[in-house]
């Protein structure tokens, strides 16, 4: 497994997204090299841990990941935050990193790009080696637990500096991207006439911006998670990553029946998601196998007992159950960013928090 988690760089005095990804990056870049990224926009990094099958490197590389780019920050005069949506909005639009492919995009997709409100940081999640028929079986085998850990990871209440309603608002302004979203029940064939129709059809510009919520990498052999919100609590983080490790290792130990994965239909599963966008893991929920509401807590326990021959496989069980119930106990980042605002009436006081929590 390997995780990428995407941060923004924030004005430790206002609180606000500053473009400042050049001078943070190459910082970092001289002590980790390419572990260290750009993103989208300016005023965001991405790190990315190696590939590791052990809970405690996979804790011990984002930690000191966090450490590094957080460091290189400072020294730029900013804090790294993790954020799915920027609580503070910039007081201009933050500019499109200058490389070819992202200015291509800009001018291609210029309704999305605001430079304001389109700036989300996501946490992706990459299994593998895996060849790409495998990564699809796996890919078609999650479809419907994805609301559950999407839930899990709520982390952007916050919008323009208001409350937005959604424990997710990330999901909401990343799903205005063509593809976002779940991803459809396709074998290798017919993953291969989708992906040439969409590039072909000129929706995206090439494969890469096939951001289904689960889909095989396109530059490395592995199955990638892209449903999460980036989170600050690192431990997070962790669960997300070994949770989904777990299920897909549970599709490989136990698989489906002979028929193969649930055809769940894709509007059900969009609406699952969104319910997991609204409410996070507290509230009402849509079961995607039924389309029925249920509480919230009922999909992760569905989610938890699917996964839990392959956790016992990888001997990470008792981790993720204390993980998981610290969650419940100490509750969401979106409901820390509430907890803060409600407490303080102050959004900077809710940055703040995010900053420390991250470092």
């Known amino acids: 497994m390997g995780v990428e988690e995407e941060f923004f760089l924030v004005d430790p005095r206002t609180g606000a997204p500053v473009p400042r990804a050049p001078q943070v990056l190459e910082a970092a870049s001289a002590l980790i090299g390419p572990q260290a990224q750009s993103e989208f926009y300016s005023c965001q990094v991405e790190v990315c841990t190696q590939p590791t099958a052990s809970r405690v490197d996979l804790h011990d590389q984002l930690r000191a990941l966090r450490d590094t780019a957080g460091s290189a920050a400072r020294d730029a005069g900013c804090l790294l935050v993790?954020?799915?949506t920027a609580v503070v909005p910039p007081p201009e639009p933050v500019p499109v990193t200058d490389t070819p492919r992202y200015r291509r995009m800009a001018r291609y997709y210029g309704a999305v790009v605001d430079g304001s409100l389109g700036i989300v940081c996501g946490c992706h999640v990459h299994i593998g080696t895996l060849d790409r028929p495998r990564a699809l079986e796996l890919a078609n085998g999650l479809r419907p637990y994805l609301p559950a850990l999407q839930a899990l990871a709520?982390?952007?209440?916050?919008?323009?500096?208001?409350e937005s309603g959604f424990a997710s608002w990330r999901s909401v302004e990343f799903g205005r991207w063509?593809?976002?979203?779940?991803?459809?029940?396709?074998d290798p064939a017919g993953y291969e006439r989708t992906a040439d129709a969409l590039v072909r059809s000129g929706i995206l510009l090439d494969r890469r911006m096939i951001y289904w919520f689960a889909r095989p990498s396109e530059h490395v052999p592995t199955l990638e998670i892209r449903v999460a919100d980036v989170n600050a609590d690192l431990d997070t983080t962790v669960l997300l990553a070994l949770l989904i490790r777990g299920l897909c290792t549970a599709l490989l130990v136990e698989p489906e029946a002979e028929n193969g994965p649930p055809d769940i239909p894709l509007d059900r599963l969009q609406a699952a998601h969104r319910f997991a966008a609204r409410?996070?893991?507290?509230?009402a929920a849509l079961d995607p196998f039924t389309g029925e509401t249920v509480p919230g807590p009922a999909p992760i326990s569905v989610l938890l007992r699917r996964a839990v021959p392959g956790l016992e496989a990888t001997g990470d069980l008792a981790e993720v159950e204390r993980l998981l119930d610290g969650l419940r106990r100490r509750g969401t980042g979106a409901e820390h960013q509430r907890e803060v605002y409600r407490r303080t009436g102050s959004l900077r006081a809710v940055v703040d928090h995010l900053a420390a929590t991250t470092a």
């Open 154 to 162: 709520v982390n952007s209440p916050f919008a323009g500096g208001m």
């Open 178 to 186: 063509p593809t976002a979203g779940a991803a459809p029940l396709l």
């Open 82 to 84: 993790g954020s799915g």
């Open 279 to 283: 409410y996070g893991p507290r509230g």
